[in-house]
């Protein structure tokens, strides 16, 4: 049998080596390690650039062809596809089922002898800090734009982060084999509504289902993509039926450069004819300055122009040396000192990097980080600028979208990630703690939707309380509080999805199922006007009874105090003894609690005791506190709300839609004001009314909206609202008179 077993497994392996010899060379190429692609380059020959758009402008297939032309991947998968693999860079299930990107994702690859870094990021709003975090480390990007929607909401987001972080970019028309694509109306809307001096570097030859190739103005040649993934470029004459635009194009390209480059504009004034590599030249330093930006076309779905793209990428955008990265060394009580990082690649300089990203992988918590100073090996020692805390390098890794590469060592201008290190996002890591430097921190927007949550099965709570600790680690725009006045954990986000997700991924990474919905409000009540009292406490039942007596007066505080509660004594004599004080103070503070109207908490309420009465028997702390809780009972009361200061951002067009939904919504408007064609409106709305805004605000401002509020004070509700709260809390309570009863069970 044994011998049997044998002969058996020498057939498979002589079976198996006679495959592999069978095996294409084309195959083998891909099989090949990633050793090629994990050389380190010179500083000159290495680019980090980020994928940036709105949503479904082609992102992510633009990074899946890429990866292929540059022979990082075999095939090509697309990111909806039917043989349901989904794209490379969408390694999470979800984003495959749900066909949109949720997390960054980082690759690297080789183009030309170049190592270029890409980080492809997702478009919706909702996941606004993963595009934020890549553009803080990144030195360029392409500026995804749909040949039909051109100019899109999430577009506008997106020029503003690269515009704050000084981001040089290139623009890319995708899509220019849809119905309806229009690219020169495109062109048109990132000049007047980005405010960009753009122009055209590439002409599209055909559109629709006509698109054939593409014209390249500045050596005026026209590509043509053959093969069967358009991996083999036709460089031909320009059809003659399109010289004419071609030439006119060309020369609208030079005068827009010339308006921002000296040495091109002086060529252009000598009228000489300019060389195609002074207009390169021309084009590259101006795009370093962000004072023009190239708009390249192409279809990225039918594999045309992405290697003229890629071309543009190594000829325009910067490299690590060529971008000004800075530090901070902090000093006591003085002002902090720029210090400039320096960019070559070797260890004359200690190593700074900062922590950009974090998530939880199969093996622990992987940090990525940006080396922007010195070089880091394995076996070396950091520490967290922040923190001080010492970590020990065991594992350095390059990522390849969720695959990890092993290096042993990054320079200066390298993306890559570590295993087990205990940090915030935007920590800075250095080798020489002594330098005391730490980089700009990344900025977070605030979230602006918050919903209950609650895990649907008690028993799940531990895994419920691990996901929310990892979620809220890795995503600083995703966070969570208990509220002690509404008894519900709240979650809070950058929209519906953005939480919509979260539970998602809660239910299939955790296994933890969770009910998210409509968080209460945080309702107050209070006294309409000052009240007296008498209140006399007497129960007798066989030995000792109680007896306490109280006189006072109960009064409402300022609106500016209507959140606090206050005890005064002002009691002379001994008719209350004093040890019996704090029983008083303990009863009214108890009542508060709970009050009577709707259940919710008493505020803004001062309890002042000024007489009352005792026995020297019967009479007890305890007594004191049941007869203040039956004193609070007599006065008249009222309601209040949070109200919310709303601060509203878009652009002039949909002013009269804002105020409009603000009014709809009780809100008083408070003040106003405008700046290139944007305008703020400040107003006070009741948080009851603002559910929902979120998603009604991006829908009636085409996206382009924007809203923070933050808690204000607390105001009387209106008395419908109040008559509802009460009849809802009645209901509750069983309180309700038998008819009412009768219809709720009918």
Request: proline share 4%.
């Amino acid at each position: 049998m044994t011998i049997l077993n044998i002969f058996k497994t020498s057939c498979t392996i002589l079976k198996a080596s006679n495959a592999l010899r069978n095996i294409p060379e084309v195959n083998l190429k891909c099989m090949s390690s990633v050793a090629k692609y994990s050389e380190h380059k010179e500083l000159e020959k290495i680019r980090n650039i980020g994928i940036s758009a709105h949503i479904d402008s082609g992102k992510t297939t633009l990074t899946e062809r890429i990866l292929f032309y540059t022979g990082r991947i075999s095939q090509m998968h697309e990111v909806k596809g039917k043989d349901n693999v989904g794209a490379t860079m969408d390694s999470m299930e979800l984003e495959r089922q749900r066909g949109i990107t949720i997390q960054s994702a980082a690759t690297y690859t080789i183009w030309k002898n170049h190592n270029i870094n890409i980080i492809d990021t997702p478009g919706h709003v909702d996941f606004t800090v993963e595009v934020e975090r890549a553009l803080r480390v990144l030195d360029g990007a392409i500026l995804v734009l749909c040949a039909v929607g051109g100019v899109q909401s999430q577009t506008l987001t997106v020029n503003r982060q690269m515009k704050r972080y000084n981001v040089p970019c290139l623009a890319f028309i995708n899509k220019l084999d849809r119905m309806g694509a229009n690219p020169h109306r495109v062109l048109s809307q990132m000049r007047s509504k980005l405010n960009h001096n753009a122009a055209f570097i590439q002409l599209p030859i055909g559109l629709e289902g006509e698109t054939k190739g593409i014209i390249d103005l500045i050596t005026r040649r026209a590509l043509y993509f053959d093969g069967q993934y358009g991996e083999q470029i036709r460089e031909v004459e320009i059809p003659s039926e399109m010289r004419t635009e071609s030439e006119d194009r060309r020369q609208e390209l030079i005068e827009h450069v010339s308006n921002v480059d000296d040495v091109l504009g002086e060529i252009f004034l000598a009228e000489k004819e300019p060389t195609d590599q002074d207009i390169m030249a021309a084009v590259r330093r101006s795009c370093l300055k962000r004072t023009f930006t190239p708009v390249l076309v192409g279809t990225a779905l039918k594999n045309k122009g992405i290697q003229p793209l890629l071309n543009a990428v190594l000829s325009y955008l910067p490299h690590p040396g060529e971008v000004e990265n800075i530090a901070l060394r902090e000093k006591k009580d003085q002002e902090s000192e720029t210090v400039v990082l320096s960019p070559s690649r070797d260890s004359r300089n200690p190593f700074v990097g900062l922590a950009f990203k974090l998530e939880a992988g199969r093996f622990g918590q992987l940090t990525y980080l940006r080396c922007y100073q010195g070089m880091l090996k394995k076996g070396d020692t950091i520490f967290n600028a922040r923190t001080n805390k010492k970590v020990r390098i065991a594992r350095l890794v390059r990522l390849h979208s969720n695959n990890m590469e092993d290096v042993s060592e990054v320079y200066a201008g390298d993306i890559f990630a570590l295993f087990g290190v205990d940090c915030a996002s935007g920590d800075t890591f250095v080798t020489d703690p002594k330098l005391q430097l730490a980089m700009e921190s990344i900025f977070v927007p605030d979230p602006v939707v918050s919903m209950a949550i609650k895990p649907a099965n008690s028993k799940d709570r531990d895994n419920f309380s691990k996901a929310i600790a990892r979620f809220t680690k890795e995503d600083p725009t995703f966070q969570f509080h208990y509220d002690p006045d509404i008894k519900e954990t709240i979650v809070s986000g950058m929209g519906e999805l953005h939480l919509e997700i979260y539970a998602q991924r809660m239910e299939r990474e955790y296994t933890c199922p969770v009910q998210l919905g409509k968080p209460k409000v945080a309702f107050r009540e209070t006294i309409v006007s000052a009240c007296e009292f008498d209140y006399l406490h007497k129960k007798q039942s066989g030995g000792a009874g109680q007896y306490a007596r109280v006189i006072g007066l109960i009064e409402p505080l300022p609106p500016n105090k209507n959140t606090m509660l206050e005890f005064k004594d002002e009691t002379v004599g001994t008719n209350v003894p004093k040890q019996f004080i704090p029983g008083v103070e303990k009863g009214f503070l108890a009542m508060a609690e709970k009050g009577l109207l709707t259940g919710n908490k008493i505020s803004g309420v001062k309890f002042r005791l000024q007489d009352g009465g005792h026995h020297i028997v019967d009479s007890s702390e305890l007594a004191f506190m049941l007869a203040a809780q039956g004193a609070v009972k007599d006065a008249a009361w009222q309601v209040l709300e949070p109200i919310m200061a709303v601060e509203v951002t878009a652009p002039d067009e949909f002013q009269g839609a804002v105020i409009g939904q603000l009014n709809k919504r009780h809100g008083i408007i408070t003040g106003s004001d405008g700046i290139e064609g944007w305008f703020t409106v400040y107003a006070e709305v009741p948080l009851n009314d603002m559910f929902g805004y979120a998603g009604e605000l991006r829908s009636s401002t085409q996206g382009k909206g924007e809203f923070s509020m933050e808690y204000s004070r607390y105001s009387p509700c209106l008395p419908e609202v109040q008559d509802q709260l009460i009849l809802e809390y009645q209901r509750s309570m069983g309180l309700l008179p038998d008819k009412a009863q009768k219809k709720k069970k009918n």
